[in-house]
């Protein structure tokens, strides 16, 4: 199947430090979604990529699209307390011929004050 | 503009009992989507609708689960009877497909799901 695998599972910064994750697969996607869950909440979407190479911001998380369209990273600088939540990937399968989304299984930011 | 919205936020049940989980999708939108979620499973797709009909039911674990979604602003997902291993935050989410790019789903708040 097509899988997204995310790195790391956990990371345990302190406050003011740069955070860098990301996504991989064998597969090719048209779209990569980053989503960001809160303790105790759902998860809800931070940044949407649509093109191969694209670089895009939200305030202090830059997501890039890797040009070979099986990877995607997200970066967020000068972490703060409220950064604490898991931050999942996510792509449409079958290059997005479908409704689902697959998701990789997160990873846990931990942010020290 | 309202979310989407589940019921209840907690459920607290005993093994065999029937356990019904409620969600209302965002207004204007013609996908719905059940998912569970667990430390070791991750998020997991149960079964998807389209325009009130279900599409993919292949994540569904067992005949206990049934899911049903009568109108455009309603979903049920039902547990019957309920065991143990079924507890896990169970999430509704929305989108509005229409093919090709952009397949953003927005999830509902979840239901944090304890059988005993």
């Known amino acids: 199947g097509q899988q997204l695998n995310q790195s790391p599972q956990s990371m345990f910064i302190q406050e003011g430090e740069d955070v860098s994750m990301n996504c991989t697969s064998s597969?090719?996607?048209?779209?990569w979604l980053w989503y960001k869950q809160d303790p105790g909440e759902g998860p809800v979407l931070l940044i949407a990529?649509?093109?191969?190479?694209e670089l895009t911001s939200n305030g202090r998380l830059t997501a890039q699209f890797g040009i070979t369209r099986k990877d995607s990273f997200l970066n967020i600088s000068a972490s703060i307390p409220s950064d604490v939540g898991i931050y999942f990937c996510?792509?449409?399968?079958?290059?997005?011929?479908?409704?689902?989304?697959?998701f990789g299984k997160g990873t846990k930011l931990t942010v020290n004050p | 503009d309202a979310g989407v919205i589940q019921s209840p936020r907690h459920e607290v049940t005993e093994m065999g009992q029937e356990v019904t989980l409620r969600c209302k999708p965002i207004?204007?939108?013609?996908?719905l989507f059940w998912y569970r979620q667990t430390m070791m499973r991750g998020l997991e797709l149960l079964i998807y609708?389209?325009?009130?009909?279900?599409?993919?039911d292949s994540g569904m674990p067992e005949d206990r689960f049934s899911a049903k979604m009568p109108n455009a602003s309603f979903s049920t997902l039902k547990i019957q009877p309920s065991e143990p291993r079924d507890s896990a935050v169970y999430f509704c989410?929305?989108?509005?497909?229409?093919?090709?790019?952009?397949?953003?789903?927005?999830f509902g708040a979840g239901t944090r799901l304890s059988v005993l």
């Open positions: 989410a929305s989108s509005s497909y229409s093919g090709g790019l952009g397949n953003i789903q927005y």
């Open positions: 597969s090719i996607f048209n779209t």
């Open positions: 990529l649509y093109k191969a190479g």
């Open positions: 996510a792509a449409p399968p079958d290059q997005g011929g479908s409704e689902k989304l697959v």
């Open positions: 207004s204007g939108h013609n996908s």
């Open positions: 609708f389209n325009n009130n009909v279900p599409i993919d």
